[in-house]
């Protein structure tokens, strides 16, 4: 090498970006606008494409003007559970990723199904399609399927059986009675929740509900679904992001994240979101599951 020279070592970054097609930039299209699920089929042999793709690979015919509406129902087909992490996936391992027969499609759709323990998740399953509260024009406009079918959530789940992942929700709509009704159970008169006039000069232009009520909809969940009857809560932390209004209907979701051996306890991420997808609270519990039963 000559003495005049010198050597600059660095990262190279080459973002880029490529086209869907036609066809696949139709099925992003129809999940983000429509939340519908789009397939091809074959004019030909009949043979049914999800997602959808521009040429027949049985008999080759041409399927770019193909379209045919699924339904959002299906079978899994086969999976398996992504346990390593890397920056690209979606959600934090371990999580399932199986491949998922739709009804009427003859070709699986590969995707991610929640809501069911890893040691109960099979072939033969039958799930359904939860759309994306907030689009990003990708396939993770659906964000996940989940059993079509009940499982024991209602039961209550010993430390044993619950696994990291599962979760679970109630929903209801906030009305102006039951807001009445809070402010009697727990004292709290602040004009803010009550009188209209003062509350159309504060920063939300009308009365909101009390904060601690949208937030008391995470009982039913640790105390009849997950873990479910005979779970005591040890602690609950919560962060309001945005007010609860009056009609706003609000869905409380716990989601097992961690489970502590030497105590035998269960931490759960907590979130509250209203009708418009947007986040209200989030939060996280440790809970003591119930007991297992004597035999």
């Known amino acids: 090498m000559q003495s005049d020279c010198f050597v600059v070592e660095g ?58 509406e699924l339904k959002p129902t299906g079978t899994v087909t086969n999976f398996t559970v992504i346990r390593y992490e890397e920056p690209y996936q979606p959600i934090k391992p371990p999580y399932i990723l199986a491949q998922i027969r739709l009804d009427g499609a003859d070709t699986p759709l590969t995707h991610i199904v929640r809501g069911i323990p890893i040691s109960q998740m099979k072939t033969g399953l039958k ?37 990291i992942g599962m979760s679970a929700s109630f929903t209801k709509t906030i009305s102006e009675t039951d807001v009445y009704l809070f402010a009697g159970i727990s004292g709290d008169f602040n004009p803010m929740h ?34 479910g009857l005979g779970t005591v809560a040890l602690e609950i932390n919560t962060r309001f992001k945005a007010p609860t209004y009056f009609g706003d209907t609000i ?45």
Not at 34 to 48: R, W
Not at 130 to 158: C, L, N, R, W
Not at 205 to 221: D, K
Not at 263 to 284: C, D, F, I, P
Request: proline share 7%; with cysteine; glycine share 6%.
């Open 11 to 68: 990262k190279l970054a080459l973002p880029y970006q490529y086209f869907a097609g036609k066809t696949g930039s139709r099925f992003l299209i129809a999940l983000r606008d429509e939340k519908k699920i789009l397939g091809a089929k074959c004019p030909t042999c009949n043979k049914v494409f999800v997602p959808p793709r521009a040429t027949c690979e049985k008999c080759f015919s041409k399927l770019t003007d193909s379209r045919v």
């Open 127 to 163: 799930v359904k399609a939860v759309f994306a509260k907030k689009t990003t024009s990708t396939i993770m406009d659906i964000d996940h399927f989940q059993p079509d079918e009940k499982f024991k959530m209602e039961i209550g789940y010993t430390f044993d059986e619950l696994e």
């Open 194 to 227: 009550l009188n209209e006039e003062y509350a159309k000069k504060t920063p939300f232009g009308t009365r909101i509900a009390h904060g601690a009520l949208p937030q008391c909809l995470i009982a039913p969940v640790l105390g009849m679904k997950l873990p």
């Open 251 to 295: 869905t409380a979701t716990g989601e097992i994240i961690e489970k502590i051996e030497k105590k035998k306890w269960v931490r759960m991420a907590l979130s509250w979101t209203n009708q418009k997808g947007e986040r209200v609270a989030e939060g996280s519990a440790l809970v003591i599951p119930p007991a297992p039963l004597p035999e």
